[in-house]
């Protein structure tokens, strides 16, 4: 079973200040990471993934991403925030085998991202 | 292209009622999930359908959520005798592949308010 923790349910940033948002997760087998935003509203979008390769991966918007196994951690992280950025955004994980459970994304609570004029 | 579609995108509703959800997945997703949104509770598994295989109801909460998946595409997933605790957004998601990378594509949600 895996399960994802992110850390700071609210972030207050000021526009064009750069943002962490952190994610922990704890698994038994290895996992492919994702992070996915969602506007008011709105559905969940995915923002970048992580698969296998390279830890540092880039997704949309501006926003990346880097896998650190060691400490077990996929933080999401953007240089400069524009107000468009308020949202929400999710960490998950899914295991990385096929087979009975595989398909589940497990997600964390969620952070809430304000951008502040 | 379309992508994931859900019906009705607001559900007021009275306790004790019955109340029934509709996603229309991506056209050729063979993989489909239900989710619930609490307030502060995140994303909530429920429910998954693949194919032709018997579905994985181990997430329904209680024996009065039910859901449906007709001719591997459109689902429905009902609820029976509403409780204010069932008051959420209810998310639909498809996905093509079921490998483990699950790139899941989700509709906008029905928000559900049972009074």
């Known amino acids: 079973a895996q399960s994802v923790t992110q850390l700071d349910s609210q972030v207050p940033v000021f526009e064009e200040a750069p943002v962490e948002l952190r994610c922990n997760y704890s698994?038994?087998?290895?996992?492919?990471l994702f992070w996915y935003v969602q506007y008011p509203n709105q559905g969940l979008q995915l923002l970048l993934k992580?698969?296998?390769?390279?830890?540092l991966v880039k997704g949309i918007n501006g926003f990346e991403a880097e896998f650190n196994k060691s400490q077990t951690s996929f933080h999401l992280r953007k240089p400069s925030v524009h107000i468009s950025d308020t949202a929400e955004y999710f960490c998950?994980?899914?295991?990385?085998?096929?087979?009975?459970?595989?398909?589940?994304?497990?997600f964390g609570k969620g952070t809430k991202l304000s951008v502040i004029p | 292209g379309a992508g994931v579609s859900q019906s009705p995108s607001n559900k007021v509703t009275e306790k004790g009622k019955d109340v029934e959800l509709r996603c229309d997945p991506i056209?050729?997703?063979?993989?489909l999930y239900w989710y619930r949104q609490s307030l502060g509770q995140g994303l909530e598994f429920l429910i998954y359908?693949?194919?032709?295989?018997?579905?994985?109801k181990s997430g329904l909460p209680s024996d009065r959520f039910s859901a449906e998946r007709t001719g591997g595409s459109v689902s429905t997933l009902t609820i029976q005798r509403t409780q204010q605790e069932d008051s959420a957004v209810y998310l639909c998601?498809?996905?093509?592949?079921?490998?483990?990378?699950?790139?899941?594509?989700f509709g906008p949600g029905t928000r559900l308010t049972v009074l």
């Open positions: 998601a498809s996905s093509l592949l079921t490998s483990g990378t699950n790139e899941q594509f």
């Open positions: 698994s038994s087998v290895s996992v492919y």
């Open positions: 992580y698969l296998s390769g390279s830890t």
């Open positions: 998950a994980v899914s295991a990385r085998y096929s087979g009975a459970g595989s398909y589940q994304l497990t």
């Open positions: 056209s050729g997703h063979t993989a």
């Open positions: 359908f693949q194919g032709n295989s018997a579905p994985d």
